[in-house]
């Protein structure tokens, strides 16, 4: 019906619809900016904004946009899992193997980390969509995976939206 009474052959709101086709606004397009700088600085980035301002629309376009030659990008919306279970989801989508204990698998993710950017010069970019229903726990996980050489070395870049009130 949307689509008839405004001549639309699609409808335009759908997540179905490829985030290149979408109607671009200059204001998510500057965030999107920023965020892709400070990633290209290897740091880190927290988007925080209202309901319904397009954070996970931003999200998106990131995660097609960044160049995959240079990076690797992981996108994550299950944020109510235990730090074992959020390893676990980490280490999948970065293709690190399966330990036995949680130690061994926070480790074998650090270390998965540091052969994609050594060996094959691919940067890992993890993306926390809705971080605000994260476990606090959770968070404590994202600071462990990133601490590298007691924080010296920026290896793996975080992306974290959450709404605010």
Request: hydrophobic content about 40%.
């Amino acid at each position: 019906m949307l689509e008839k009474h405004f001549g639309l052959k699609l409808t335009p709101f759908t997540r179905e619809i490829d985030v290149g086709k979408k109607v671009s606004f200059t204001f998510l397009d500057a965030q999107l900016s920023a965020i892709e700088e400070t990633i290209k600085r290897r740091m880190s980035a927290l988007l925080v904004a209202p309901p319904g301002t397009g954070k996970s629309f931003i999200m998106r376009r990131l995660a097609t946009q960044l160049p995959q030659a240079r990076y690797k990008t992981s996108y994550f919306k299950v944020n109510r899992l235990s730090c074992r279970d959020l390893c676990r989801e980490i280490a999948q989508a970065v293709g690190a193997k399966s330990a036995g204990s949680y130690p061994g698998l926070v480790r074998a993710v650090q270390e998965r980390f540091e052969l994609s950017t050594a060996s094959d010069g691919i940067r890992p970019v993890l993306i926390f969509d809705d971080a605000h229903a994260m476990k606090p726990e959770g968070f404590e996980l994202l600071k462990i995976l990133t601490n590298f050489e007691m924080d010296s070395r920026l290896i793996v870049s975080l992306v974290v939206t959450s709404r605010s009130q």
